[in-house]
């Protein structure tokens, strides 16, 4: 049974045990949390992926926003968030050290040097 309903290619071909760091990535990439009416949260859609895939999962991302639902999205790859982001926050143990759209904080020098690497 196809599990994703945006144009995934369908399931893996072999079952894993139940929470398996490699377990069933449609069926995990599809749970989402408890979120207000019109919006969904989505906490690191992307951990453990291919990056073919990746680009998959944030061009889905991109999709259901555009269809009008807002997205709440955890993701510790950075670079590929903030190019979808509208808005933006930079969490370190739990506070906000930097906020903004995701083009200010891709083209920001401080976000450029610490978190992506450059």
């Not at 680009?55 to 926003?65: D, G, S, T, V, W």
């Amino acid at each position: 049974t196809q599990v994703c309903s945006h144009g995934c290619s369908g399931p893996p071909r072999r079952r894993q045990p139940h929470g398996a760091w490699g377990g069933n990535p449609w069926i995990r990439r599809s749970q989402t949390f408890t979120a207000p009416a019109g919006a969904e949260l989505l906490d690191e859609p992307s951990m453990g992926l291919a990056p073919l895939l990746v680009r998959e999962i944030f061009n889905i991302i991109k999709e259901i926003n555009a269809s009008g639902t807002t997205i709440l999205l955890v993701e510790q790859n950075a670079m590929q968030a903030l190019k979808i982001a509208d808005q933006a926050y930079v969490l370190e143990t739990g506070t906000i050290v930097l906020g903004g759209t995701g083009a200010e904080l891709l083209s920001s020098p401080e976000v450029q040097k610490v978190y992506l690497g450059g």
